[in-house]
């Protein structure tokens, strides 16, 4: 099945500090999504990608597809306590299987 | 509007019981899922559907059942609980991109 492996697992920055994950796929994906999940509660989505090499931006958060449409990036820039949380990126066919997978996460922990 | 409905928010099982993790959706989305979070890891798909009457198991169904009569609700059945599904369960619905999250039942089975 498909597989989405994201690293790294885990990060404890200072306030300030930029911060970069990443997210590879054994197969290939025509949507790449990435989710925030703070305690006790479901994951909100905060970037989707729709095309290999889009580059797209919310805020401080900037995130990439993939040339190869088998991997995708996300960047936070001037990190700040409320950005404390864990990171996920999903994989989507969309208008194919409609499956969406997710990678195991990254635990952003933020040093005032 | 409500988004996305899961219930009970917590439960406590034993082995061997059955029970059924409720999901509602008023947005009419036609595509859902249901995820479990062990701690500390990610999302995991158990099954999910791409409208009523349809369903497809995801990357670990063993252990559980689903429907989708309709479009608002997509069930999930434990039949024999085991202390291997002890996790919490996340039932989300999407209509093109955006997967929308319940806030998630919480299970142990003793």
């Known amino acids: 099945g498909q597989q989405l492996n994201q690293s790294p697992q885990s990060m404890f920055i200072q306030e300030g500090e930029d911060v970069s994950m990443n997210c590879t796929s054994s197969s290939i994906f025509n949507t790449w999504l990435w989710y925030k999940q703070e305690p006790g509660e479901g994951p909100v989505l905060l970037i989707a990608l729709y095309k290999a090499g889009e580059l797209t931006s919310n805020g401080r958060l900037t995130a990439q597809f993939g040339i190869t449409r088998k991997d995708s990036f996300l960047n936070i820039s001037a990190s700040i306590p409320s950005d404390v949380g864990i990171y996920f990126c999903?994989?989507?066919?969309?208008?194919?299987?409609?499956?969406?997978?997710f990678g195991k996460g990254t635990k952003l922990t933020v040093n005032p | 509007n409500a988004g996305v409905t899961q219930t009970p928010k917590f439960r406590i099982l034993k082995i061997g019981q059955s029970m059924t993790l409720q999901c509602t959706q008023d947005?009419?989305?036609?595509?859902m899922y249901w995820y479990r979070q062990d701690p500390g890891m990610g999302l995991k798909l158990i099954y999910y559907s791409v409208g009523a009457g349809i369903t497809d198991k995801g990357e670990v169904p063993n252990g559980y059942n689903v429907s989708r009569s309709t479009t608002e609700d997509f069930p999930l059945r434990l039949e024999l609980a085991a202390p291997s599904q002890t996790s919490v369960y996340f039932c989300a619905s999407k209509e093109n991109t955006e997967a929308f999250f319940g806030q998630g039942t919480r299970l142990t089975v003793v």
């Open positions: 947005m009419n989305h036609n595509y």
């Open positions: 999903a994989g989507l066919n969309q208008g194919g299987s409609e499956k969406l997978v």
